[in-house]
């Protein structure tokens, strides 16, 4: 009996040991985000909102934003609009920072605008990761994946039936 404790024993300070060493040999720590850019120093993001798909591409500049190669004002005449699309670097605090090529497709203008925000602020975060803190406490960097339900067959719309008649 005597003989077991002292191999059970034997046992349990290998096992402790051995745990405390893999743990001490590797500890757990994540490793810092490298900038992505390529060669001529732009970042790329593709941002999506509802139907609505943004390829978006930062540089450093003077803060000009051109979608589908009109100018911001332009393409986005809604204040509103305009306002969603600078939310992402008043956030980051670079106002005035970064100019902005965007293509959209798909949608409608709110929606572009969404998808433009989410490609920015992906971006954001590729060219300078130490954004990503304040970007992703925001919720700019999550894809908002709510899109309109597809309409079912014996029905008048997605959920809507047909108005019921007794007679």
């Known amino acids: 009996m005597a003989d077991e404790i002292k191999t059970l024993e034997g046992l349990k300070s290998a096992v402790v040991g051995a745990a405390a060493a893999t743990s001490a040999a590797a500890p757990e720590v994540a490793a810092p985000r490298e900038p ?24 450093p500049g003077k803060g000009k934003v051109t979608v589908n190669g009109k100018e911001m004002s332009v393409y986005f005449a809604r204040p509103v609009l305009q306002m969603i699309l600078r939310q992402a670097f008043t956030v980051a ?29 992906k971006a954001l975060q ?41 007679r």
């Open 93 to 121: 605090g670079v106002d005035g920072q970064f100019d902005v090529m965007a293509t959209v497709k798909g949608g409608g203008l709110s929606g572009q605008a969404g998808a433009v925000k989410h490609g920015v602020s």
């Open 126 to 166: 590729l060219y300078d990761p130490s954004l990503r803190g304040a970007l992703k406490a925001a919720g700019f960097l999550t894809r908002d994946s709510r899109v309109v339900e597809r309409k079912k067959y014996g029905k008048r719309k997605a959920r809507r039936s047909f108005q019921f008649s007794k």
């Open 36 to 59: 992505v850019r390529d060669a001529l120093g732009r970042s790329y993001a593709t941002g999506k909102r509802k139907n609505a798909v943004a390829r978006v591409w930062i540089k």
